[in-house]
């Protein structure tokens, strides 16, 4: 198929391309969704605009669409205009998302999927959580949190990369505060800096911290693109 990616930069997001090219297909463009605040119910808000590093690393273009968060059809309205641009300028003929378990999200993302008449392509959807995890570091994907909102997840988690002994930790602390390893509820945003699929990786230069006592982001305020070499394949 010809796919457009619903592309937030994040690991779910970045693996689905990451399959989606492994299966043969082609990514013709990402669509990134902008929400205007960070309760969307839809989108990824912590550090949407920095996509277009990813898109770089990618070699593919990226569609940048801003959303009014007031309620599921505003953002699923502002989902069709991006969708339809993308159907328009790249003759696309399916989406691919990278949702693991939300019925909500899957449900109105394969909605206006059927409306455009496109082929939806979730190839993560239902997979085993903590061993998802553990498949994203084994494929070399390098992975910064940059936003949470659970609780057994403070201020120290942020800007943290993802690396065994994190992901242990994550495993342990989803266990006694019971909330979802993968984040797939949204206890926690990721960044992906690097991974097979780019081709150049990412450094952050510079970012800030925002935190409320509860809940917080990582902003990235500058980022850099490195050629990869042999001993620089991931960063």
């Known amino acids: ?16 391309v990451y399959r989606a090219l492994n299966d043969g297909h082609q990514v013709l463009c990402l669509n990134t969704m902008l929400p205007d605040r960070d309760d969307s119910l839809f989108f990824h808000y912590p550090n949407a605009s920095c996509t277009i590093y990813q898109a770089q690393c990618l070699g593919i273009p990226v569609i940048n669409t801003k959303v009014r968060c007031e309620g599921k059809e505003q953002e699923l309205k502002a989902l069709e205009q991006a969708l339809t641009e993308a159907k328009q300028r790249f003759a696309v003929d399916g989406i691919v ?18 409306k ?32 949470v909102s659970a609780s057994g ?34 206890e926690a945003e990721t960044f992906v800096l690097d991974c097979p699929i780019f081709k150049k990786r990412i450094e952050v230069k510079s ?5 409320d006592g509860y809940r917080g982001y990582f902003q990235i305020l500058d980022a850099i693109l490195h050629d990869k070499s042999s001993n620089l394949s991931s960063s």
């Open 1 to 16: 198929m010809k796919l457009a990616a619903l592309y937030s930069g994040g690991k779910d997001s970045t693996f689905s």
């Open 153 to 186: 997840l403070d201020e120290i988690w942020l800007g943290r990369l993802l690396d065994p002994a994190a992901l242990n930790e994550l495993e342990h602390l989803s266990k006694k505060y019971g909330f979802n390893v993968a984040f797939e509820g949204g």
């Open 97 to 114: 998302t990278g949702g693991l378990a939300s019925k909500f999200q899957h449900e109105g993302f394969q909605q206006i999927a059927n």
């Open 207 to 211: 970012a800030k911290k925002h935190w």
């Open 116 to 147: 455009l008449g496109l082929n939806y392509y979730s190839p993560s959807w239902t997979a085993d959580q903590t061993k998802y995890m553990h498949d994203l570091l084994e494929n070399n994907f390098s992975i910064m949190v940059v936003g």
